[in-house]
Each structure stands twice: as C-alpha cells, then as structure tokens.
C-alpha cells in the first residue's frame, strides 16, 4: 500500500487525510501542536497513524508517494526544507483533483481581487444547470468537496494562492485568470520575482482546449503571459478587447455582458471583478442571462469593503481582507469623499510607500499594531496606539456627523490576530457595541 505523508492537521489537511485514506492509501498525518483527543481518536479509527506535537526528524527518511504540505506553513521552514530535497511538496488541490478528473475548474488567482471572483464566480455557476462548488484557498477545501461528492461532471470555482501553487504539478483549470501582480509575501518568498513565478504556474498544464483570462491593464501580468499554451481572453476596464467597459456595460465578445447598473458592489475594481466572474463563468458554459442575474444578486463578500453599521450618524465599513497595500488602496478609492482610516498589523516586509498618495484621502488615521510607526511615518498626524479595540474607540469618540471610517489594515493580521477573518469579525463587534 503507498504511503503518503500530511503535514498540518488545519481543515485542509484533515481533509486531504480523510481523502487519501478514503482512497485507499497509507496516510500519516503530522502537526507541530498536540491534537485533541476525540479528533486523535477519530483520525486513528479511520486507519490514519497520527504524530502530533511535533514532526520528527526521522519521517525525511521514509519513502512516501505523496508528501501534502498545508498552506498556512511556510514552504521556507526547516522540515519542509529538508523534505523537498527528497519530495516534491504537494499542496491538496493539486492531489484532491486527480482523484475527480470530471471536475471543470475555474482557477482564480492574484494579489488582490481573488476571493471577490472566486465568490461570484460560485454563485454565478450556481445558477446553471451543473452542479457546482465553490472551494480552495475560500470556503472549502477541494480534498473535501470530492471526499463528499465524488467524481462527476461538476463546475468549481476554485481560489489558490501562490502558497498553494508552489505545490502544483499537474493542476489543470479549464479557465484561469490572475487578477494582478503586486509586492505582496515577501515574508515568506524570497523576492517579488519568485512570488510573481509562483502565480504563473496556475496555466502550467493549460492547453489549446483551456481559457486563461488575461488582465491588459496590469504590465506584470501582460509580461508573463505571452506565448501561452492555451487560448487567451483579454479583458480591460480602458482598452477595447474581448472583455471592456463601454457606455455603462460590459461587453464580451461584442455583446453586451451585463451593465454597471446592476452591480451593487462598490468601486471600479468590482467592475472588473464582475467582469472576470462573468467572463469565466461564459468559458465554462453558463448563459448570459443567468450570469447577469448572479452578478446583480450578489452583494460581496464578508471583510472586503464591508459595510458594517451606522452609529450616531457614521458609517463604518471593515475591509479586514485588506491585507496589503494595493487592496487599501483600492478601498480608499471606493469613497468620493475623505475616511477616518485604521490601519496596521503584522509586517509583510513590502512597505507602505505605495499608499503616501492616496492619503490625501483620509482625514483622520488611526493606527496600530507591529506596523504602526512605519505608518505614522508615511502621515504623521496619524494617532498611534497599541490595539484595534484602541483604534475604534477613538475613532469612534474623534468622529463627527456623516464621516466615514474604514479599517483597512494594509497589513497581515498575525501580530494580534490569528487571520483576517478573526479580525474582521472582532472590528464588526466593536462596531455593533458601541453606542
């Protein structure tokens, strides 16, 4: 029987676990914290052998199949490193898949952008006539979509990350798209040049029969997508091609798409959102009708420009998915008028030099967290304190009338938070307590 080896017993990796034993494999499945007694319990019923508190030295000498790395550890920490002398480093996308080979695959991925197509793009596939998931780097884990459901003719829209990427070796969509390029990462990747080379592997394995969607407004992107494989489509908010904006609507292919109108969702940048979903949702087979309909019933996605709550005449939105500085920036832009901003977190080692002219749209900042210095560098009237409960508090106390306020951190949440989502819900508590 092959062995394969799972490190990180996070969702994904108990999913890939309960898939690959499911399957009929030898899983083995490590974390470097001491797991819970009925999830122990439960994986050691399954079959599966588990090694918690810890990944011993020793498992680098065992030959395994398949070694399936979870995202959240860095491809960059000393076991893997030692590992991928002698493995290839998988992530569960890539493995899941092979065992659904029917599944049709809408890949998104980029800086920023890609949770609002992979979400849209979900409910817009959920409206036709296949069945659909919506799954990967959001929501859920593919390893846990085809342990449920099997292999069978289904549409998934797909989000991956460069993190995920790196582990890819057969993957292959039917239609691909990176949204942008953008310094982001360097925490972990050594140089922009590796994170960029990490996104470019989403249309690898594409070919004449595959649709990878090409953003002409971004230089990176048009840099490193020439002389594909695969058939292109070209999309632009300025330039006429197979996807732009005109006259109030998008148009594909020469025919009206859906109009602005119907987006509810604020700012450019989710007119190109919409586009993309739109665009890729018609590649995998979808009509028009029903894709105008998704995008004029969706109504975003949960920490990206979020509205929140009014309280005593202010609006406070949580852009808690803000997590570099190309996605404040984009926030900031959403707004005609100037916001009261909450920004900082844990430092990616990307700087915030970026934003200096786009705070002329903020009237007040508050900042916090590892980062907060080097933001007050960039604004120096902006408040410093320690934590976001601080932040809200006085913003809250320093706010008038029919002001804005906007947490968009530009910054990882990990310094004070364990993920943006945890720290985005903690903001819209503040917000809903305070009176």
Not at 52 to 74: A, C, R
Not at 144 to 160: F, P, Q, S, Y
Not at 360 to 372: I, R
Request: proline share 3%.
């Amino acid at each position: 029987m092959s062995k394969v080896l799972i490190i990180g017993a996070a969702r994904s990796g108990l999913a890939i676990a309960r898939l690959c034993r499911k399957m009929g494999f030898e899983v083995l499945l490590t974390d470097l914290k001491p797991m819970e007694s009925n999830l122990k319990c439960s994986l050691l019923d399954m079959g599966i052998e588990v090694i918690d508190g810890g990944h011993p030295d020793y498992l680098v000498d065992i030959d395994f199949l398949w070694v399936i790395k979870n995202p959240g550890i860095s491809h960059k920490s000393p076991f893997i490193e030692k590992l991928s002398r002698k493995h290839f480093i998988y992530n569960e996308i890539e493995i899941a898949l092979r065992f659904a080979p029917s599944y049709q695959v809408g890949a998104i991925t980029g800086t920023n952008g890609k949770t609002t197509v992979t979400t849209l793009l979900g409910e817009i596939l959920a409206q036709g006539e296949k069945i659909s998931f919506t799954g990967g780097n959001i929501g859920l884990p593919i390893s846990e979509i085809v342990e449920k459901n099997g292999d069978k003719d289904a549409l998934i829209a797909c989000e991956i990350a460069a993190f995920q990427l790196i582990g890819t070796d057969s993957f292959k969509p039917k239609c691909s798209v990176i949204m942008n390029l953008s310094p982001d990462h360097l925490d972990v990747f050594s140089d922009l040049d590796e994170y960029y080379e990490a996104k470019t592997r989403i249309f690898k394995n594409m070919n004449e029969h595959d649709v990878f969607l090409r953003n002409l407004d971004d230089h990176e992107v048009v840099k490193r997508t020439e002389n594909l494989k695969c058939k292109t489509l070209s999309f632009s908010y300025h330039q006429v091609c197979d996807c732009y904006v005109t006259d109030e609507k998008v148009m594909l292919y020469g025919e009206p798409l859906f109009a602005l109108s119907d987006l509810q969702i604020l700012g450019r940048h989710n007119v190109i959102n919409a586009m993309v979903a739109g665009a890729m949702a018609y590649v995998m087979g979808i009509n028009r009708e029903t894709i105008r309909k998704g995008i004029s019933d969706f109504e975003g996605v949960e920490h990206r420009i979020e509205f929140v709550k009014e309280v005593n005449g202010v609006k406070y939105y949580n852009d808690s998915k803000g997590t570099n500085t190309d996605a404040t920036i984009i926030a900031l832009k959403s707004f005609e008028k100037p916001v009261i901003l909450l920004a900082g977190g844990y430092d990616k080692h990307t700087g915030f030099e970026d934003l200096r002219p786009f705070l002329t749209k903020v009237s007040k900042m508050f900042v916090y967290g590892a980062t907060k210095y080097q933001l007050k560098e960039l604004y120096p009237e902006a408040i410093v304190v320690e934590t976001l409960g601080e932040a809200v508090a006085l913003a809250a106390k320093l706010s008038q009338f029919e002001d804005i306020v906007l947490f968009s951190p530009a910054c990882a949440s990990y310094d004070q938070f364990d993920n943006y989502e945890q720290r985005g819900k903690i903001f819209k508590d503040m917000v809903n307590n305070l009176e």
